[in-house]
């Protein structure tokens, strides 16, 4: 059941398990989730909706990270919302290039389900 109270996480991570591990932790830590697959399919839950975060990996099919951070910054009303970005890069161009496209930051993978919530409500609240 969805809260007002409770913060809203968009989910976006092509592989399976990780998405439902994921999803499993942040649900558990209090949050709402929606999640998508991939960007093309996360584009359809940017429609107007309460969104406190966004946690999208950054390499996926058919629309990368990088292409969704700046797709959803150029809505105005998800302009300032906070982007984390989950990646298994660790080049300071890579990371510099998020940043540039929007990211607010990133968590490399693999990453324990302690230090994703840790980095959440750091940025979140």
């Known amino acids: 059941m969805?809260?007002?109270?409770?913060?809203?996480?968009?989910?976006?991570?092509d592989s399976v398990?990780?998405?439902?591990?994921?999803?499993?932790?942040?649900?558990?830590?209090?949050?709402d989730v929606v999640c998508a697959s991939n960007g093309v399919e996360a584009m359809s839950l940017f429609d107007?909706?309460?969104?406190?975060?966004?946690?999208?990996?950054?390499?996926?099919?058919?629309?990368?990270?990088?292409?969704?951070?700046?797709?959803?910054?150029?809505?105005?009303?998800?302009?300032?919302l906070p982007i984390v970005v989950l990646t298994t890069e660790n080049q300071r161009s890579v990371i510099l290039e998020a940043k540039e496209a929007g990211a607010t930051g990133w968590l490399n993978k693999p990453f324990s389900l302690e230090k994703l919530a840790q980095i959440i409500?750091?940025?979140i609240g």
């Not at 969805?2 to 968009?10: G, I």
């Not at 998405?19 to 558990?28: A, D, G, N, T, Y």
Request: proline share 2%; charged share 35%; no cysteine.
């Open 2 to 13: 969805e809260s007002q109270n409770r913060k809203r996480v968009v989910v976006v991570e």
């Open 17 to 31: 398990s990780i998405r439902e591990i994921v999803v499993f932790s942040l649900k558990s830590s209090g949050f």
């Open 48 to 80: 107007g909706r309460r969104m406190d975060l966004l946690l999208t990996d950054y390499h996926m099919p058919e629309m990368n990270g990088l292409e969704l951070i700046r797709w959803v910054r150029g809505i105005e009303q998800y302009k300032r």
């Open 121 to 123: 409500r750091r940025v």
